[in-house]
């Protein structure tokens, strides 16, 4: 499948753009370090947080556009969507925005470039290691597993563009330890669909007028997945283009949705 202007395109959408006056302070600044590498993150605490109990995990991937070391601009897309009180006090969970550092991605791809150097080519390795950020966001997750404060039957996984590329990737390496997934404007190796299904319930999104990830990707796991039996969720915007992740974050049954599931 190709994917025209795939990543140069999401710097040219959303590079350069800010955070509103939105306030993040509640997002504590963290760093997680292993063998030399390090992640930085923003974590919210959930509301009430009470020490003698377990919170579900909601993790977010960022797209192109907030890559980088100032640990800020991964908030802009969703940090003010588990702030909202209708979310915080009905659903407390503890929420991770790791940042993906400039120059890197979430999920191992390889690229084909014409001659001006654009690129008109995307695969996705179906067995390439992990990335050095997708490697430790795992890492990360499988220490806090550790911790004794996550439940670790409830943590959960979604993305845009970029990060819904490593949505679909960390869910197929890592099945056993989501328990549920929402990929919006992503893209994958579909062939690999097989590897989650049945075990990662997944909620995707698209617009059908995106020019970034064409919405032929999400289209394909979404066949796939039911053609393996999978009763999987998807939600395709009429006239949406590759900011689809303004609607997903205004479906009022997202978090509901996630929260209803629980591995087994």
């Known amino acids: 499948m190709r994917y025209l202007h795939l990543l140069l395109s999401c710097l040219l959408l959303t590079g350069g753009m800010?955070?509103?006056?939105?306030?993040?302070?509640?997002?504590?600044?963290?760093?997680?370090?292993?063998?030399?590498?390090?992640?930085?993150?923003?974590?919210?605490m959930p509301a009430n947080y009470d020490t003698h109990k377990?919170?579900?995990?909601?993790?977010?991937?960022?797209?192109?556009?907030?890559?980088?070391?100032?640990?800020?601009?991964?908030?802009?897309h969703g940090g003010e969507l588990f702030l909202r009180d209708s979310i915080r006090n009905k659903y407390p969970a503890f929420v991770l925005f790791p940042q993906c550092p400039g120059n890197t991605t979430?999920?191992?791809?390889?690229?084909?470039?014409?001659?001006?150097?654009?690129?008109?080519?995307?695969?996705?390795?179906?067995?390439?290691?992990?990335?050095?950020?997708?490697?430790?966001?795992?890492?990360?997750?499988?220490?806090?597993?550790?911790?004794?404060?996550?439940?670790?039957k409830r943590i959960y996984i979604g993305g845009l563009s970029l990060g819904g590329m490593g949505t679909f990737y960390l869910i197929t390496r890592r099945p056993?330890?989501?328990?549920?997934?929402?990929?919006?404007?992503?893209?994958?190796?579909?062939?690999?669909?097989?590897?989650?299904?049945?075990?990662?319930?997944?909620?995707?999104?698209?617009?059908?007028?995106?020019?970034?990830?064409?919405?032929?990707?999400?289209?394909?796991?979404?066949?796939?997945?039911?053609?393996?039996g999978v009763d999987v969720k998807y939600t395709e915007y009429e006239g949406v283009g590759h900011n689809s992740w303004d609607n997903a974050f205004h479906e009022p049954e997202l978090v509901k949705w996630l929260m209803e599931h629980k591995r087994k």
């Open 106 to 152: 979430w999920a191992p791809m390889n690229f084909l470039r014409d001659s001006t150097g654009k690129i008109v080519k995307a695969d996705f390795p179906a067995d390439a290691a992990p990335t050095v950020p997708g490697g430790l966001v795992i890492s990360l997750l499988d220490s806090l597993a550790r911790s004794g404060k996550i439940d670790n």
């Open 54 to 76: 377990k919170y579900p995990l909601i993790v977010f991937l960022h797209g192109s556009g907030e890559r980088g070391w100032d640990n800020n601009a991964q908030l802009l």
């Open 176 to 228: 056993d330890l989501f328990a549920a997934a929402f990929p919006i404007c992503g893209a994958g190796n579909v062939a690999t669909a097989d590897r989650f299904a049945k075990k990662v319930p997944l909620w995707i999104f698209h617009g059908d007028d995106d020019k970034v990830v064409p919405v032929e990707a999400s289209r394909a796991y979404n066949e796939k997945l039911k053609s393996l």
């Open 18 to 44: 800010r955070l509103t006056a939105q306030d993040f302070s509640q997002y504590s600044n963290e760093a997680f370090y292993q063998k030399g590498d390090t992640l930085r993150y923003r974590l919210l």
